[in-house]
């Protein structure tokens, strides 16, 4: 019987490879190494074991192993994490990838290579090796370090990094012999769908993998997930772009959802048998006698490897603001190549823009650099360090060992300015590649499809009508942004707060012209016929309530598919804590204001103050001689001597102390902000009438407000209270905007007094009284009830 030689193939690597791998676990080395090794002994340049014999079927399986190593590198993608770690480990990959670049292509140019050459090693020089470095850190029991935190951010952001240079260099391949204009348009498409790809696939996908969550066994769940994986893959080859990057791609979407763990699991046998193969196939291409021809090559690369790292990394901590100690023992925590630059320079040769010399070059200095780590580390601080810090003056010494210093009021105020401006980017960047998505949508397939049915114009129209439906959401929304996130610009000086009317221009020009361009390619009229209704249509949408309603519930699905996994494990982690719903206890804060005599707020009415609108914090009580007034209406006037609490999230808080010192003078803050829940605590004793209660509701099907928008269900009316928060599919909308439609299964977080909580029972909304949020412990209220002398009452309250 004749057997394959792709199973005899197979058979030998995995052999040698376990063999191989076994030794180097003895000797407590990276398995990696010994894949490469057990590669070289099988390939074609090793004569003294038996070799592979079909060449072809090797990179086959190493394709399909570089495609499953991608796959699980995004499956392990967290972009809650990349936040997380903040800008800092941000500026210094950027300051140490950029420091690399020109390092790396200065030293090929020395070694005589061509231009293109250059770039492409230093691009290469770039990925450290996440793998050793948590090898090197667990030995040396680092995992909880400062320094730590930085290292690892560093190599996430390396990560992104190495998949933007995937980008690049097939994009660059692409479009070798055209213009530089034309590079730059064939980047912005590769963007376009990148984000169009994410922002559709996390839309979707979770939300279908939610409704056959039922049918998901461990087999089928593997199925697909690897369908999702090699669809997105074949739809990225014909589209032009790697392999790698959409194996990467579905990663990162599966990774938001709340299977990702079980997929991990599922993968992991999977990933390591052809990340092995892939591995054991980078091996085979190492010719040993070309590691002597080359060796001045990969000596002078090794040195400039550990080079530049040891100086470009150090140089972007402290650009970010890191301590002199952080900068140098990161700088030499990634003096090594990592295995992801491996996956490159395949793809590098493929491509043509290097040649077949540098593949082998850089898996030796890959492996040098991987014995030299763990001794860089040792060293850094007993004698790198020590070693700088004599050789730096003295005021710079205790400079750069202090770190960056605190930011300054007015640098605050310029910050708060700087994220509205970032928001509104970001804003546009995404609802203006939705909007071309959709328009290209109504041109390339709804308008041919519509023509096939009807007569050319009756279809060209109906086509128009379909799309500019789908679009309105959206350019409502748009249009929408400068009311919902103008609290920023607000605190600045007066000629600041012409960026909001900028902003608005910007939009409804944007928008007029996304309408008129997909009429004029949809219907092919004359342009002039067109302006006019595009502007009457804007005009129209700015105006609707309903379709910000249903951009509303547009991005609270996206919003809660995004966060799906990162939710359940909130949820998680409380289930035995005091307080389930995390974000009342953690994101909303109350402060308080005394009204002076002499305050111009006096005499007021709350709504002519419009702190609602234009700061987003609300006044939830007012408390003067009289009885306090609890959930207070707009038509509510506030007095000298009276004091005011206010609530609202920790930001928008921070933000209205700032604006209470430039224009409110006649107005003290109390004490510091404190959290809702700390501050329903602290009333009780306070007699009944006086206190804030917090309850939660279940909007079922036929309650009256399911269906309708917070403002025509007239909860706040009917109920004296604020709606504080609606969780859907656990994901909190805090402060929801009236123009936020309820549904079934919603659950809405009410904040008023004993009116409100009287007013629920009587409606059967709920079937006893709460004095504080639902999941405190009667343990705890007990405790802090017997301290008060009016006990009695305020545990008929509580109970």
């Not at 046998?269 to 092995?276: E, T």
């Not at 748009?478 to 600041?496: E, T």
């Not at 609108?613 to 207070?632: E, G």
Request: glycine residues 6%; charged residues 15%; proline residues 3%.
């Amino acid at each position: 019987m004749h057997l394959p030689e792709l199973i005899t193939d197979l058979a030998l690597k995995l052999i040698v490879a376990s063999v191989v791998t076994l030794f180097f676990k003895k000797i407590r080395q990276p398995i990696v190494m010994g894949y490469i090794i057990a590669g070289v002994l099988v390939g074609p340049y090793f004569r003294f074991l038996p070799t592979v014999m079909d060449m072809e079927s090797v990179e086959t399986w190493a394709e399909i192993g570089v495609i499953c190593l991608m796959f699980g590198l995004g499956l392990e993608f967290s972009f809650h994490k990349l936040s997380q770690i903040g800008g800092a480990a941000l500026i210094t990959a950027v300051v140490e990838g950029s420091g690399i670049v020109a390092f790396g292509f200065v030293t090929g140019r020395f070694l005589g290579w061509s231009p293109l050459e250059s770039v492409t090693l230093g691009s290469l020089l770039i990925m450290s090796s996440t793998a050793i470095v948590i090898k090197v850190y667990d030995e040396m029991n680092m995992q909880k370090s400062k320094l730590t935190e930085m290292v690892f951010g560093t190599l996430i952001w390396e990560d992104i990094i190495g998949i933007l240079l995937m980008v690049l260099m097939t994009t660059f391949a692409l479009s070798q012999g055209s213009g530089s204009s034309d590079l730059l348009v064939t980047i912005l498409q590769l963007l376009f769908f990148l984000a169009l790809w994410f922002i559709s696939g996390v839309f979707i996908i979770p939300t279908l993998l939610k409704s056959i969550n039922n049918l998901m066994s461990d087999e089928t769940l593997l199925i697909v997930s690897m369908a999702i994986c090699f669809g997105l893959v074949v739809l990225f080859s014909h589209s032009g772009f790697s392999t790698a990057l959409g194996s990467f791609v579905a990663g990162t979407i599966l990774a938001v959802t709340i299977v990702s763990e079980r997929m991990e699991h599922l993968l992991k046998p999977v990933k390591d048998l052809f990340a092995a193969v892939f591995f054991i196939s980078v091996g085979m291409l190492i010719n040993p006698a070309m590691l002597i021809v080359y060796r001045k090559e990969i000596i002078i690369l090794t040195i400039a490897t550990i080079l530049g790292k040891m100086i470009f990394t150090p140089l972007g901590v402290l650009l970010s603001g890191g301590k002199l100690h952080t900068a140098i023992c990161s700088g030499a925590s990634l003096t090594q190549i990592g295995e992801f630059s491996f996956i490159i320079a395949a793809l590098a040769v493929n491509l043509g823009l290097v040649g077949e010399f540098v593949y082998p070059i850089i898996v030796s200095v890959s492996i040098i650099t991987t014995f030299t780590t763990p001794l860089f580390i040792k060293m850094a601080e007993p004698i790198l360090y020590e070693t700088v810090k004599k050789l730096l003056p003295s005021k710079l010494r205790e400079r750069l060992d202090n770190g960056r210093p605190e930011r300054t009021p007015s640098a605050e105020k310029n910050t708060y300015i700087k994220d509205y401006l970032t928001r509104f980017c970001a804003n546009l960047f995404v609802k203006s590649i939705v909007l071309l998505g959709l328009m290209l949508f109504g041109i390339t397939f709804l308008a041919p499809l519509a023509q096939m049915y009807l007569p050319i114009f009756p279809g060209q129209l109906a086509a128009l009508i379909v799309t500019l439906a789908l679009m309105s959401p959206f350019l409502s929304a748009l249009l929408y942004f400068r009311k919902r996130h103008s609290s920023a610009v607000l605190i600045g000086s007066s000629s600041s707060r012409l960026l909001l009317s900028v902003v608005q221009i910007i939009t409804v020009l944007l928008s007029i012209f996304a309408v008129f361009t997909t009429a004029y390619l949809i219907l092919d009229v004359y342009i002039l016929w067109l302006v006019l209704p595009a502007v009457a249509f804007v005009f129209a949408l700015s105006r609707s309530d309903w379709l910000i309603g249903k951009y509303l519930e547009i991005e609270t699905r996206l919003l809660a598919n995004f966060n799906e996994k990162k939710l359940l494990e909130e949820l998680e982690s409380r289930a035995n804590d005091e307080i389930d719903h995390y974000w009342i206890s953690e994101q909303l804060w109350v402060t308080e204001y005394y009204i002076e005599p002499n305050s111009k707020e006096s005499g007021h009415l709350l709504k002519e103050l419009s702190w609602g609108s234009d700061y987003n914090v609300d006044v939830i009580k007012i408390t003067s001689d009289k009885i306090p007034v609890i959930i207070p209406g707009g038509n509510q006037r506030l007095h000298a001597k009276d004091t005011i609490t206010l609530l609202g999230v920790k930001h928008q808080i921070d933000m209205f102390d700032f604006i209470v010192a430039e224009r409110f003078t006649g107005l003290k803050k109390e004490h510091e902000p404190i959290t809702l829940k700390e501050y329903l605590k602290n009333q009780l004793t306070e007699p009944a009438e006086n206190q804030l209660y917090c309850h939660s509701i279940n909007v079922s099907k036929d309650f009256s407000a399911a269906g309708k928008n917070l403002k025509a269900s007239k909860m706040r009316s009917d109920f004296n209270c604020n709606i504080i928060g609606v969780e859907r599919s656990n994901h909190p909308v805090i402060y929801p905007d009236v123009r936020f439609v309820l549904k079934s299964g919603d659950m809405i977080w009410l904040l008023g007094g004993q009116n409100m909580i009287k007013k629920l029972e009587e409606n059967n909304l709920i079937e006893h009284r709460s004095a504080m949020v639902e999941t405190i412990e009667d343990k705890e209220l007990d405790n802090m009830v017997a301290a008060t002398a009016e006990s009695a009452d305020i545990v008929k309250a509580i109970r």
